[in-house]
């Protein structure tokens, strides 16, 4: 057997053993409040909004349409996982083509769980001359350590300190697609 076909093994194994922390409606719901609060704090400022991909796509795609404001998209690809289920050193994929400078930017991003490829972002952004960087996470970690983030500007759910996966967020690159948010159990 493959490293490939046992991950994919492991993932499915994952998947028939894990347990549901949030229901599709459960996070539809969510994603809808998060979608009023953003749009009443952002409507005048005229933003960049950028997707953290990977894991931020399926929430840009449920949250953008529902944003009743006109802003303007590009994205950015930053990642400490590389299909790990641990981070390790940041390494910058893309960074967007349209300049920050003088821009409110919303950066819509899957997790925040430790939040320092989160605050690498931000320091990008700021850095790049951005006025101000808001960020819009679908699920925050609750977390008994500092992180650079304590909290996002607009946050859908909380979850617990487990492996999740379910709309962007990923066991082995698998499973961003589930209709829900998932805890892997551990064994």
């Known amino acids: 057997m493959t490293d490939q076909q046992a991950i994919f093994e492991d993932s499915q194994n994952a998947l028939k053993n894990a347990k ?3 229901s599709t409606a459960e996070v539809e719901q969510a994603i809808a409040r998060m979608a009023n609060e ?4 952002l409507k005048e400022s005229n933003p960049l909004v950028l997707p953290v991909m990977v894991g931020g796509v399926i929430l840009a795609g449920k949250l953008i349409p529902q944003l009743n404001f006109p802003l303007q998209m590009d994205y950015i690809h930053a990642t400490r996982y590389r299909s790990s ?8 994929l893309r960074k967007p083509e349209k300049s920050l400078e003088d821009k409110t930017i919303l950066l819509i991003d899957d997790i925040l769980d430790e939040g320092v490829t989160l605050a690498a972002i931000i320091e990008y952004c700021y850095e790049a001359g951005a006025k101000k960087v808001f960020t819009a996470v ?3 970690k609750k977390l008994d350590i500092d992180k650079p983030i304590k909290k996002a500007d607009f946050t ?4 617990p300190d487990h492996y ?14 589930a209709a829900g948010i998932y ?3 551990l064994s």
């Open 85 to 92: 289920t641990s981070g390790s050193k940041i390494t910058w």
């Open 20 to 22: 549901l922390l949030y």
């Open 183 to 185: 805890a892997v159990k």
């Open 156 to 159: 859908g759910v909380v979850i």
């Open 164 to 177: 999740v996966f379910g709309y962007g967020m990923d066991y082995h690159e698998y499973h961003r697609n």
């Open 138 to 140: 679908l699920a925050e």
């Open 38 to 41: 953003i749009s009443a704090q």
